[in-house]
C-alpha cells in the first residue's frame, strides 16, 4: 500500500519559515509529479507548487511565488516545500500529493494524498 506522511508544520510568527516535508512509502515517487496543495478553514483546497517527476519544472501559486520552494529528493523518495516570510493568510492545513500523469497543478488530478500537516502563523 503506498503512503504519502507530511512533517513539519506547526506554529511560527510572521515572517518566520517552515520546512514542510513528505515522505513515501511503499512506491517509488521518482517517476511521479508531486505537488503541495492547501486548504484553510471554510475554504476550497487550493494549489500551492508543483515540480515534475525530474525536478526540472517547477510551478507555483501567485500566492506564494517568491516565499515558498518546492523541491524533491527521489534517493529519499521525499519532497519538500520551504516556506519563507510567512504570512497569517498562510495559516492552513497543507497536503501532499502525487501523480503519475503528468505535472498537473488541479485537485482532482492527483491520485494520492498525505493525510495533511496543519501550519499556524500569527501576526
Known amino acids: 500500500q503506498v503512503h504519502l506522511v507530511e512533517s513539519g508544520g506547526g506554529l511560527v510568527q510572521a515572517v518566520g519559515s517552515l520546512r514542510l516535508s513528505c515522505a513515501a512509502s511503499g512506491r517509488t515517487l521518482s517517476n511521479a509529479g508531486i505537488a503541495w496543495f492547501r486548504q484553510a478553514p471554510g475554504k476550497k483546497r487550493e494549489f500551492i507548487a508543483a515540480?515534475?517527476?525530474?525536478?526540472?519544472?517547477?510551478y507555483y501559486a501567485d500566492s506564494v511565488k517568491g516565499r515558498f520552494t518546492i523541491a524533491r529528493d527521489n534517493a529519499k523518495n521525499t519532497m519538500y516545500l520551504q516556506m519563507n516570510s510567512l504570512k497569517p493568510e498562510d495559516t492552513a492545513v497543507y497536503y501532499c500529493?502525487?501523480?503519475?500523469?503528468?505535472?498537473?497543478?488541479?485537485?482532482?488530478?492527483?491520485?494520492?494524498w498525505g493525510q495533511g500537516t496543519q501550519v499556524t502563523v500569527s501576526s
Open positions: 515540480i515534475s517527476w525530474n525536478g526540472f519544472s517547477t
Open positions: 500529493a502525487a501523480t503519475w500523469t503528468g505535472t498537473p497543478l488541479g485537485v482532482s488530478e492527483y491520485d494520492l
